[in-house]
């Protein structure tokens, strides 16, 4: 069965006030034990990539708010009609045509393209908001691993500890041994060597979680010392039928269906190009002497006459991009469902071999251990003994990065639906 650590986490911080020369430390009650869930909403609490994508959505809801307002209007203004030679050259006053004129232009874009503006800023924010989901996702996964590496870690640290009060035990019998003159200085040797050779195991073990400790520090803040209980990685919080029946609700899979709203926009707007555009102009210009002043209102329009090789070049280049997002997004969804069909195969196949360790591997070779080491007390061999010890040790290792590989694959599975549609 699988391994519960069961030592506990007691993190005191304290908090130093200094009033008045006087120091004042405020010590904090033990965290309870961090579990893979709560190491998950922590992180994500305070994730800077996912806060850094919020205010780029923010930035664009912005921006989408101007979008398909009409252009700032121009303000004109000058003098008309100056003469440039003759007695009056540049007198605003020697010729009654001369006038001083201020208006205002204002562009009128097509109700198409302000349209095709809005579509295409909402096509974006959509965008955004699916890659969002993308990088939620990939920040849940890479917060569970962080923990799966502790609690791996101190599982190896676990089983190996299991073992030391055996590896004293050989060295005393072989000492026993020796002194009463039915054993070898080699075998002596030899126990020792393999007591020591556990210890080294064990500090690389602890240098192992101290890596792993500071690996999860990076999305927590702090240091965890007391994992909960792991999750049962022999099941999904969602079944494998669902997860190849939802492939386009994946996170992955999200942005897709944007894109194609984006390329789609993008065409829209292409294709208003083809709709003429408005201007609107008003002048006031004053006279001197005894002419009246006069007004000037006059209307613009742009003539798309040409468009076989304007627009309509701009069209067909867009509904290639459009067709093209579409074949990006197919493709994309048949990698996406190979990618959980092998993933949940690997994770399907783990099951059958960690049952096997449980069940058979791990407690045959604790027997052939004790019943070598009980021989050896007898009166036999020590080097059966040191075989099955080393083989032993390799087989918990090995069961361990078994765990440890199917539980990777359940975070690459657990964390692919929205966080409202599967939960840990």
Request: aromatic share 6%; proline share 5%; charged share 25%.
């Amino acid at each position: 069965m699988l391994i519960s650590l069961f030592t506990r986490r007691a993190v005191a911080s304290g908090l130093a006030v200094v009033l008045g020369g006087t120091s004042v430390s405020t010590a904090y009650a033990a965290d309870p034990p961090l579990t893979l869930e709560t190491a998950v909403q922590e992180g994500m609490a305070q994730a800077p990539a996912l806060m850094a994508h919020h205010e780029h959505v923010a930035s664009m809801h912005e921006e989408a708010a101007r979008a398909g307002r009409l252009p700032d209007p121009t303000l004109d203004f000058g003098t008309q009609f100056l003469p440039i030679d003759g007695p009056g050259a540049f007198s605003v006053r020697s010729d009654p045509m001369t006038m001083r004129v201020i208006g205002f232009t204002q562009a009128l874009p097509s109700r198409a393209a302000r349209s095709a503006d809005r579509e295409a800023a909402e096509a974006e924010i959509k965008a955004a908001d699916a890659e969002g989901t993308d990088i939620i996702q990939s920040i849940q996964e890479r917060i569970a691993d962080a923990w799966i590496d502790l609690w791996a870690a101190q599982q190896k640290r676990a089983l190996l500890s299991e073992l030391r009060t055996e590896n004293a035990l050989a060295v005393q019998i072989a000492q026993a041994r020796l002194k009463g003159g039915g054993g070898s200085a080699t075998d002596a040797l030899a126990a020792r060597a393999e007591a020591a050779a556990l210890d080294n195991r064990l500090e690389a073990a602890d240098a192992d979680i101290a890596v792993a400790q500071a690996g999860l520090q990076r999305w927590l803040g702090y240091t965890a010392t007391d994992l909960g209980d792991a999750p049962d990685f022999g099941h999904l919080p969602v079944t494998p039928d669902h997860l190849d029946q939802a492939i386009d609700q994946q996170a992955p899979m999200q942005v897709w269906e944007a894109r194609e709203q984006v390329a789609q926009a993008a065409l829209d707007r292409a294709r208003a190009s083809k709709h003429p555009d408005w201007s609107v102009s008003f002048l006031y210009g004053q006279r001197a002497g005894p002419l009246s002043d006069m007004v000037m209102l006059q209307f613009g329009v742009t003539l798309p006459l040409f468009t076989r090789n304007r627009q309509d070049r701009a069209i067909s280049a867009k509904e290639e991009q459009w067709e093209a997002a579409q074949d990006n997004h197919e493709d994309a969804r048949r990698e996406q469902r190979a990618l959980v069909a092998r993933t949940v195969a690997s994770w399907q196949g783990w099951a059958g071999q960690i049952q096997r360790y449980q069940d058979t591997l791990l407690p045959l070779d604790r027997d052939r251990t004790k019943t070598a080491l009980a021989a050896y007390r007898g009166g036999a061999a020590l080097q059966p003994w040191l075989d099955a010890r080393r083989d032993e040790i390799e087989l918990r290792m090995t069961y361990v990065d078994a765990l440890t590989a199917r539980a990777r694959l359940w975070a690459s599975l657990a964390y692919l639906l929205p966080t409202s549609e599967a939960m840990p």
